[in-house]
Every structure is written in C-alpha cells, then in structure tokens.
C-alpha cells in the first residue's frame, strides 16, 4: 500500500523516481534450523511484488528494487539470542565471512538504490547476506 502511494504521486508529478523495498535474504533461502515458512514466503512475495511492481511503473520512469539483507543483529535479534543463545554462536558460521550484520552496514546499499547510481537497475534483488546464500 506504501509503494502504491507513492507511485500514484510520482506518476502524478511525472518526474519518476526509485522505490526500495526491504525484502531479506530468506526470501531466496531456507533458513536452516528455523521454522520459519510464513515469514520466508512473505519475504518472497516482496522479491516477486517488487519485480511486477517494477514491470507495471517502468513505463512512468519508476525503478522497483529490494534489499534483502541477511541475519542483521537488532534489539529484537538481541532478544532471541537470550532465548536461543546457540543461534549467536551458529549463525556466523553459516555465511562466508563468519560474522553477523549490523544495521548500519547496508546504508551505501540503500543509498545506491533510491539514487540515480542505480538508474538502470528495476526489478532486482540486492542480497547482502555475507555470502551465506552463495554455499
């Protein structure tokens, strides 16, 4: 509803522009150990929303891209560490850098895709996920 919004006043403009919608990593992988399928085929939905988004407002200059970000350690992430303390130690380990994300670590992604850096790219995925989805 946010997307069709703010389309709807860059189409009245005519000026085009650039949406971002924060997708996820799981969006494209399982997440092993994790029962987790609604919240995976929801992240799913935003990748594929976003490629038709991108299809049906290219015409009126509006790029549509996700960022799917992998595991990113938040205050709600902090929270079920305390429940589930084995995943702080195991979820490193399964990305290629051996490390989780923080916030802050995907601000030049997002930059880069409402900026006129992307102006060629509609309908993509920017995974950055440490590399865990490339094993």
Not at 18 to 45: E, P
Not at 67 to 92: C, H, K, N
Not at 96 to 109: I, N, Q, T
Request: charged share 20%.
């Amino acid at each position: 509803m946010t997307a069709q919004a703010v389309a709807k006043e860059m189409i009245r403009h005519g000026r085009g522009g650039s949406i971002a919608i924060i997708a996820s990593m799981s969006g494209t992988v399982a997440n092993r150990g994790l029962i987790c399928s609604a919240y995976n085929a929801s992240k799913a939905g935003l990748i594929q929303l976003a490629r038709n988004l991108a299809s049906e407002w290219g015409p009126h200059g509006i790029r549509v891209n996700t960022l799917s970000p992998g595991y990113i350690v938040t205050a709600m992430v902090e929270a079920l560490f305390e429940q589930y303390p084995e995943r702080r130690r195991d979820w490193p380990t399964q990305n290629m850098l051996g490390k989780l994300s923080k916030p802050e670590e995907y601000r030049g992604a997002a930059v880069f895709l409402i900026s006129d850096a992307s102006s060629f790219m509609t309908g993509s995925d920017m995974r950055i996920d440490g590399g865990h989805a490339a094993w």
